[in-house]
């Protein structure tokens, strides 16, 4: 069940990253104003994609799963999710920094599409099975076997 929920990993960020770049060109002085509510939707959203993630790996669920249906195979499988715990923190991380201590100015908007965009594109990244996977699957298995996670 989890499994088939992957696809929201990457998927959540992206979904509200679109969303508010299509309000963004529709309505680009209303929504430069609404500065925190957006960046607020877009924090959730990848909030809500780590805990996905960090029930399947406290679950320890791993297997593959088609994207959206396509022939895009997203990889689970314990290194992936804990690389993309990790990354998805460090972009949560700047998120609630950049909240906190960027003005408030014209491409303040633009620049959280830009981060939520980033940080789905990050989760894809580590779920494709691609050379980047075969590389770093040794040394996250290594780590982990040490107990260095959770």
Known sequence: ???NLTWLIPGLPIIASFIIAFLLL????????LTKPVSYFIIISL?????????LYK???TGNDLFLGTRFELVVDRPALITGEAMG??????????VTKLKRRSGYVRYFVFLGFLSGLVYLFSFSGSLFHN????????????GIFF
């Not at 909030?47 to 029930?55: A, C, L, V, W």
């Not at 923190?89 to 950049?98: D, G, V």
């Not at 590389?135 to 040490?146: K, V």
């Open 47 to 55: 909030t809500f994609s780590e805990i996905i993630n960090f029930f």
């Open 135 to 146: 590389f770093y699957d040794p040394l996250i298995s290594y780590l982990d076997n040490l």
């Open 1 to 3: 069940m989890l499994l």
């Open 26 to 33: 529709s309505f680009s002085k209303t929504m430069n104003r």
């Open 89 to 98: 923190l460090i972009c949560l991380i700047a998120m609630l920094f950049s």
């Open 59 to 61: 679950k320890n669920i």
